[in-house]
């Protein structure tokens, strides 16, 4: 007997949850930093719902190779006919629907990557960015070890917010990249880092 038979809904895709919210800020944040990527550039993206906005804003036929670790931007990636795929495995954890594991790490770290875009759950001025899910972080760290320049591409609805899983201060992104209109008061407590703000045509 299914779940419906007992009147309880199957249970939801953490993913296609976070993908309903705040879309057009994502889109419009990922299409901002998606300039910043020139042909043959060696990017890593990170794993989640605004990086697959930011996949899909790459120009289709530029020639890339790309580093990632989650199953929604690789599927995305697999379909650009002039990008070099690099999957790092491991085990797979659904909530992010990504991999880890200590080979995937050892083999980013040996990676030259030019460019990282990396998102995060909560962006603070004082306590930076971070994460809800603590497997991601060494991951994150090591992209950004790696790359000559990161990127931190968010909603304005991250700002002001903190998650449990610490992975870096504000200071050491290039860019920061916010989708949206934040209040004058909130935007004001970001004002001394290197923040960029997009907001879709409707707003």
Same mark, same amino acid.
């Given at each position: 007997?299914?779940?419906?038979?007992?009147?309880l809904?199957?249970?939801?895709?953490?993913?296609?949850?976070?993908g309903?919210?705040?879309?057009?800020?994502?889109?419009?944040?990922c299409?901002?930093?998606?300039?910043?990527?020139?042909?043959?550039?060696?990017?890593?993206?990170?794993?989640?719902?605004?990086?697959?906005?930011?996949?899909?804003?790459?120009?289709?036929?530029?020639?890339?190779?790309?580093?990632?670790?989650?199953?929604?931007?690789?599927?995305?990636?697999?379909?650009?006919?002039?990008?070099?795929?690099?999957?790092?495995?491991?085990?797979?954890?659904?909530?992010?629907?990504? !991999?880890?594991?200590?080979?995937?790490?050892?083999?980013?770290?040996?990676?030259?990557?030019?460019?990282?875009?990396?998102?995060?759950?909560?962006?603070?001025?004082?306590?930076?960015?971070?994460?809800?899910?603590?497997?991601?972080?060494?991951?994150k760290?090591?992209?950004?070890?790696?790359?000559?320049?990161?990127?931190?591409?968010?909603?304005?609805?991250?700002?002001?917010?903190?998650?449990?899983?610490?992975?870096?201060?504000l200071?050491? !992104?290039g860019?920061?990249?916010?989708?949206?209109?934040?209040?004058?008061?909130?935007?004001?407590? !970001?004002?001394?880092?290197?923040?960029?703000?997009?907001?879709?045509?409707?707003?």
């Open positions: 007997m299914d779940d419906a038979d007992h009147g809904a199957a249970p939801e895709d953490p993913l296609d949850v976070a309903d919210q705040h879309a057009a800020h994502k889109r419009v944040a299409q901002r930093a998606a300039k910043w990527v020139q042909a043959h550039d060696s990017l890593f993206i990170d794993c989640g719902t605004t990086m697959a906005h930011f996949a899909e804003a790459l120009p289709p036929d530029m020639p890339l190779s790309v580093v990632c670790y989650s199953t929604n931007i690789a599927s995305i990636l697999s379909r650009r006919p002039n990008t070099q795929l690099m999957l790092l495995g491991g085990l797979y954890h659904p909530s992010s629907a990504s !991999f880890l594991s200590d080979e995937g790490l050892q083999y980013l770290n040996r990676l030259g990557v030019n460019k990282a875009f990396l998102s995060a759950g909560g962006v603070d001025p004082l306590r930076g960015a971070s994460c809800s899910n603590f497997h991601e972080v060494p991951v760290q090591a992209a950004m070890r790696s790359a000559s320049q990161t990127f931190l591409v968010v909603d304005e609805s991250k700002l002001g917010l903190l998650r449990p899983a610490f992975f870096s201060p200071d050491a !992104f860019h920061i990249v916010v989708g949206g209109a934040p209040a004058a008061g909130l935007r004001k407590q !970001f004002k001394d880092f290197s923040m960029v703000f997009a907001q879709p045509a409707a707003d």
